[in-house]
């Protein structure tokens, strides 16, 4: 069965920085793109990155383009988030999704990883 | 960036069929068959119901379907049960630089 779990969730300091986790299995990792995605409390979904099968592309939301990097690990089957001057809007649970058979839809994800910009 | 409209709660009773619009612009629902549809319910990992506007993927039931029309997207369904009770999402390719915008999220109550 196809699975993502990620990991890294914290409390941070404002301006803080975070490396946020998504382990992979049950499928051929390196076949699909990879997106991240996020909830703040309260709120909807908010669509924040996506990555291609190689590393090789990346797109960011413009709410967090220059602070947000993704980046992914083909050999260990992992996706990563590396979240820099985070602010109180970073506030929220990030989600790990894979992309679709076709590229434009996320058909399997985690639960979640709680990351907390106080002070 | 702007997310997709959605209204906010849509509600109906056990076997009733239900339909939640999302409505985008030419940037993105209005241009692209990239469409698709989440389930989410709370503390539970989000699930997919349709892609490209229309299509199920495998395991997801028939009463779920969806259509497009000029900028606005829409999720139907049918002989609505309890178990539906949950938010839905929207989602979009985008030309913008946001390149995939959700909708604001529309609660489903059954009654």
């Known amino acids: 069965e196809a699975q993502v779990v990620e990991s890294g969730g914290t409390v941070v300091q404002p301006g803080g920085s975070l490396r946020l986790s998504c382990a992979a299995s049950g499928f051929n990792f390196a076949d699909h793109a990879m997106h991240w995605v996020r909830q703040p409390p309260g709120k909807g979904l908010e669509w924040v990155s996506v990555i291609n099968w190689n590393g090789a592309v990346t797109y960011y939301a413009d709410s967090v383009t220059g602070r947000f990097t993704t980046s992914r690990d083909n050999d260990k089957n992992s996706l990563y988030l590396q979240i820099n001057s985070l602010g109180p809007e970073d506030t929220a649970l990030y989600y790990c999704a894979r992309g679709g058979s076709r590229p434009y839809f996320m058909d399997v994800w985690g639960s979640g990883t709680t990351v907390t910009v106080s002070s | 960036q702007s997310a997709l409209t959605q209204p906010a709660s849509v509600s109906g009773s056990p076997g009733q069929s239900i339909t939640i619009s999302c409505t985008g612009s030419?940037?993105?629902?209005?241009?692209?068959?990239?469409v698709s549809w989440y389930q989410h319910h709370p503390g539970r990992a989000p699930k997919v119901l349709i892609y490209?506007?229309?299509n199920r993927p495998s395991g997801i039931s028939h009463r779920f379907s969806g259509s497009k029309s000029g900028m606005t997207a829409s999720l139907t369904i049918s002989g609505l049960q309890a178990e539906d009770e949950a938010y839905y999402y929207c989602?979009?390719?985008?030309?913008?630089?946001?390149?995939?915008?959700f909708g604001s999220g529309t609660k489903v109550v059954v009654l």
């Open positions: 989602n979009s390719y985008s030309s913008d630089t946001t390149h995939y915008v």
């Open positions: 030419s940037s993105d629902v209005g241009t692209y068959d990239h």
């Open positions: 490209d506007v229309s």
